[in-house]
């Protein structure tokens, strides 16, 4: 890998941040993940193979596992601290992960869509304008998203 770490992050910045701010809606959040996004890029580019994949694909895996992190993050600790303030009954947090490993199996676009609709608490209407799509087209989504998701969790 010859490219200079400026330069990655010249080439990267603006594309990595338009993601990330499609993605979230608080601005400093945003923020600070493009920054942990460029540090695990450049803390890791030693493992960057340009035979499986081109850097721009490597650097947007990066960006989206980071999204997928913190939201899974931002998911366990508001129903924790914020919802219960006491730890969980252990019941509670198998589901939760169940939940996540089950949230991990759908398409990216289906994740996004639950995770607008349910932790962000949009409408399917405004997740649809939020996404491009048309309503009834996030309605399908959803309901494939959900049965997708009650198969995997076994209920």
Known sequence: MTMAAEDIYISYHDKVSAYI?????????????VS????????K?????ESK???STWIYTITRNTVT????????HTSYDEVYELPAPEKDRD??????DALMIL???ERDLILLHYYKGLTLKEV?????????NAKVIHKNALTCLRQAMGT
Not at 36 to 43: A, D, H, L, N, S
């Open 21 to 33: 701010r499609g993605k979230l809606d608080n601005h400093h959040d945003a923020e600070d993940l």
């Open 36 to 43: 942990q996004v460029f540090e695990k890029v450049y803390g």
């Open 45 to 49: 580019i030693h493992t960057f193979d």
């Open 53 to 55: 994949a081109s850097l």
């Open 69 to 76: 992190d913190y939201y899974r993050t931002r998911r366990i």
């Open 95 to 100: 589901m939760l992960d169940t939940l996540a």
């Open 107 to 109: 398409k990216e676009r």
């Open 128 to 136: 649809a304008d939020k996404m491009g799509m048309s309503y009834i």
